[in-house]
């Protein structure tokens, strides 16, 4: 069997769509799973779009979500260069073999492209007829997620604008003939042009690749296609939030095909073993921002410990907080690691640990300091921190405990809400006990007072 040879060919614009990067994914998938060849090429030839920044999200996007290209921009390759606008010398080859065979005329300066029959019109208009049944016979091309697909190609087409410019058709299929592309995996919104490459493939006289037609990916918040331009639809809005590229890799793989066994989270290894054609589908895919943050956080939760550190402690930093106490860092982050859903979280979650100056939830403070109870509460708690022998987990929990038994009640749990929301501004967190200990005498008892000052002025 010939060695499989996909691309992934986009036209750079600025922004990293995540139908974009699907297409990308199912192609790295299928060549790394054959042991094929990725190509990657830049079909660049709208030159008002085309930015070196643009550019540079694309392959940062690849390279964030893993994606490796064995030929392209930056590894090269023997089928270069793989910039569709320094190719023009490519197009002007296989141009002439189509004018030389008869398949091109000129029409308003542009070069069209002739559909077989209709040399036929041009020497016998009264052949026109049969001419008609020629042209409508229609073009028929298997594709591995639809089956066989007719389409009838009914006009002569435009291969070379009059303005000199070769269009999208020619250059994909004279690209993907010079670049012995054997699998053309591609979204449904290419489907419509497959008629007319496969006549261009077959003027050329090279064999058609395997089609195969990614499905659509429509919006889940109504009935229509997934939009193209806002916020959430671009890889960069993710990878900016700290979401990880697995469960990205993860999600876009899950947009329009299924593994057998119906497991839904993977990571990109597992995803490999399981990834086939077969499991492509028929049916629209629909896009969940709400399942992607879910395979996220189930990603985050099987993250390995020393990668979940390294990713949050970047992010921390990022944020802005002193992490650079590892030891108290990397146990503030143990602490909390089960707790929050996502990295993105992370900062808001533990800034109390870092700083004084950290985020108070007003809501919270409502529910829970303006009780009557709730300052001589506060008072109580203070004084039974203060007189805590050995600031430890344990010795906190006995210290509580022996608050609970002064007060005739089995548990302490009465004093942790005011307790919790003192030291932490939050209602929420990780368990108490371990995170005062964690926090340290100074830092509980100085925001312990504070509070207790605050509630005396209200
Ligand atoms: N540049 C085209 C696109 O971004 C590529 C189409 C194809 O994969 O054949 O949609």
């Not at 091109?104 to 049969?130: H, I, N, S, W």
């Not at 947009?255 to 597992?270: A, C, F, Q, T, V």
């Amino acid at each position: 069997m010939t060695q499989v040879r996909v691309r992934f060919a986009p036209s750079p614009t600025g922004r990293f769509h995540l139908g974009s990067a699907r297409t990308a994914l199912f192609n790295w998938l299928f060549a790394r799973k054959t042991g094929g060849v990725f190509v990657l090429r830049i079909e660049d030839t709208d030159p008002r779009r085309n930015t070196p920044e643009a550019l540079r999200v694309l392959l940062n996007g690849l390279r964030w979500l893993g994606l490796n290209w064995d030929e392209g921009p930056e590894t090269g390759g023997a089928c270069g260069p793989y910039f569709q606008s320094r190719r023009q010398a490519v197009y002007g080859r296989y141009l002439r073999k189509l004018h030389d065979s008869g398949r091109t005329y000129r029409k308003d300066g542009a070069v069209y492209f002739r559909l077989e029959g209709e040399r036929y019109l041009e020497y016998d208009p009264y052949l026109k007829a049969e001419v008609e049944k020629v042209r409508a016979a229609p073009q028929v091309f298997v594709d591995a997620v639809r089956g066989q697909v007719r389409r009838a190609e009914e006009k002569d087409f435009v291969l070379v604008r009059s303005s000199g410019e070769p269009v999208f058709h020619l250059v994909n299929v004279v690209d993907d003939i010079a670049m012995g592309i054997t699998h053309v995996i591609r979204g449904e919104d290419h489907l419509s042009n497959t008629a007319k490459h496969c006549e261009l493939f077959k003027a050329l006289g090279a064999p058609l690749p395997q089609f195969v037609h990614l499905p659509m990916i429509l919006n889940n918040k109504g009935p229509g296609k997934m939009s193209k331009r806002g916020d959430g639809v671009h890889l960069e809005d993710y990878s900016r939030r700290h979401f990880l590229p697995s469960a990205l890799v993860n999600f876009l793989a899950l947009l329009g095909w299924n593994p057998k066994d119906d497991s839904e989270i993977m990571s990109p290894d597992r995803l490999l073993e399981k990834f086939d054609l077969d499991g492509i589908q028929k049916g629209n895919a629909r896009f969940d921002e709400k399942k992607l943050a879910h395979v996220n956080t189930e990603h985050l939760r099987r993250l390995p410990r020393e990668e979940f550190m390294q990713r949050s402690l970047s992010v921390l930093q990022g944020a802005g907080l002193d992490v650079s106490d590892l030891t108290y860092s990397r146990a503030v982050l143990d602490l909390c690691r089960d707790k929050v859903r996502s990295l993105d979280d992370l900062p808001a979650y533990v800034t109390y640990f870092f700083s004084d100056s950290y985020p108070v939830d007003e809501k919270a403070r409502r529910r829970l300091m303006k009780r009557e109870d709730s300052l001589p509460k506060l008072q109580q708690a203070l004084a039974c921190l203060q007189s805590v022998g050995e600031w430890t987990e344990a010795g906190l929990e006995e210290g509580f405990a022996n608050l609970a038994r002064s007060h005739r009640q089995k548990k302490p749990f009465a004093w942790f809400p005011v307790t919790r929301f003192a030291v932490s501004g939050r209602a929420g967190g990780p368990d108490l006990l371990p995170m005062l200990a964690l926090l340290g005498p100074h830092r509980t008892l100085t925001r312990l007072r504070r509070a207790g000052r605050a509630q005396r002025k209200e």
